[in-house]
């Protein structure tokens, strides 16, 4: 048959692995899409660039619009990332009927509406299993398996930089600062971490991730985010010492009413019973909770090249087999149009660390404080004595509105020297 030719944005990490497996793998790829897979191009910034893979150079050209809009052109595969020139060259394509596959998560959580848009109008596919959790499938049940289902939450670890960095600060004591290094010496984060441990990247994908799960447009933007530089070796420790381990995690999630839902990224301290926990290293995993599938979950590498390239190659067959057939793939679902629910009304847990004075009536004072903001405390503790006293509460399930006005409380009451640190509790009561 005449083969399927495809234009390549980008050679870098994942690009150059997406080259290696359409070149390994062809006979099979062209067995499963009922055509061969034609590499047309591969639009790269610098033509004299040593690369990870061989490429033929007469495949290389600098002039990527050119290139996603040749007329002999079928399917354009963007892995360059970033804002622009990404969408300008997506919606070129798209909008000349190609059909395209990204791992672009940035620019989906920004300006999705505009993508999803131009493929409609151009009639071409639009996937982006890629663009969430590397190598794990993830996207696709969402958007199709689970498309008869009510989903009602998702949860989960989705950025494997930070889950890195935390598990070493768990497992051997280390600094936040020594667990960066380690990670950026072994090329799991980047010489400037900021979109990683920030939750900059894991804001981008929970919008992605809502969106799917809830039928409603989501942008980054909209997503609460909260990053990990301000963890302490001494924060993980005590939830050490407590059963608990500290996650960045994702969590999207409706209301009780239905009406709205919640998007948010921070890092939470979860139960070590709890599967989550024991997500080690530079994994991912991802819990989904639906009405009648009940809870998913979803464990994988969530990064990297091979991984990533994988659901590349994925998507790639998807739409190779949609074109040879003359049909498309679902389309943007965003009929329900669900508002997405401010941080401070979501209901949540916290474990408190305030420095306090070595006196009777301390612990009075501080539970007044808690009930005034109609916030019920789950456990309580003193540690230490004299100038090293330390009270350590865990709340019931709050308003984070209620939660972030009793911390302000704390801050002014004289009998607290200071609120060493607070951090959100996730998991079983």
């Not at 609120?419 to 998991?427: H, L, N, W």
């Amino acid at each position: 048959m005449k083969p399927l030719k495809v234009a390549l944005l980008g050679c870098g990490v994942v690009g150059s692995q997406v080259i290696r497996l359409m070149h390994e793998q062809a006979d099979d790829l062209a067995a499963r899409v009922g055509a061969p897979l034609e590499l047309a191009g591969v639009a790269v910034r610098r033509l004299g660039r040593k690369r990870d893979i061989d490429v033929d150079p007469a495949l290389l050209t600098t002039d990527a619009e050119s290139l996603v809009t040749r007329d002999d052109v079928d399917i354009v595969i963007e892995v360059i990332g970033g804002i622009e020139p990404a969408r300008s060259l997506i919606v070129a394509a798209l909008s000349r009927g190609k059909s395209v596959v990204t791992a672009n998560k940035a620019l989906l959580a920004e300006d999705g509406a505009t993508l999803h848009e131009a493929a409609r109008t151009g009639s071409g596919d639009l996937y982006f299993e890629a663009s969430v959790a590397g190598a794990i499938p993830l996207l696709r049940p969402l958007r199709e398996s689970l498309a008869g289902d009510h989903v009602k939450r998702v949860l989960g670890i989705v950025n494997g930089t930070t889950n890195y960095i935390l598990d070493k600060m768990d497992s051997t004591g280390a600094s936040f600062t020594d667990a960066l290094e380690e990670a950026q010496t072994l090329g799991y984060a980047e010489a400037d971490p900021t979109a990683d441990v920030e939750g900059f990247d894991a804001a981008a994908k929970a919008a992605i991730l809502a969106g799917l799960a809830f039928h409603s447009r989501v942008r980054a933007g909209e997503v609460h985010r909260e990053g990990i530089t301000e963890i302490t070796a001494t924060d993980v420790a005590s939830a050490k010492a407590m059963g608990y381990v500290i996650k960045l995690l994702a969590i999207c999630a409706r209301s009780d009413d239905g009406r709205s839902f919640g998007v948010r990224v921070h890092p939470a301290m979860i139960p070590r019973s709890h599967p989550l926990a024991g997500v080690r290293e530079a994994y991912n995993a991802v819990f989904v909770e639906a009405a009648s599938a009940g809870q998913l979950m979803f464990y994988g590498k969530g990064a990297g090249g091979a991984p990533t390239a994988s659901a590349v190659l994925g998507d790639l067959v998807a739409v190779g087999r949609n074109r040879l057939a003359g049909t498309r793939g679902p389309e943007e679902s965003t009929y329900a149009d669900l508002a997405v629910h401010p941080m401070g009304e979501t209901v949540t847990r916290c474990h408190v660390a305030l420095d306090v004075a070595d006196k009777p009536g301390v612990l009075a004072r501080v539970a007044e404080l808690f009930a005034k903001h109609d916030v019920s405390i789950q456990t309580v503790r003193q540690e230490g004595h004299g100038d090293d006293a330390q009270l350590v509460i865990v709340t019931h399930r709050a308003t984070d509105a209620a939660l972030s006005a009793t911390m302000e409380g704390l801050r002014e009451l004289d009998v607290v020297r200071a609120v060493a640190s607070v951090m959100r509790v996730e998991g079983d009561e």
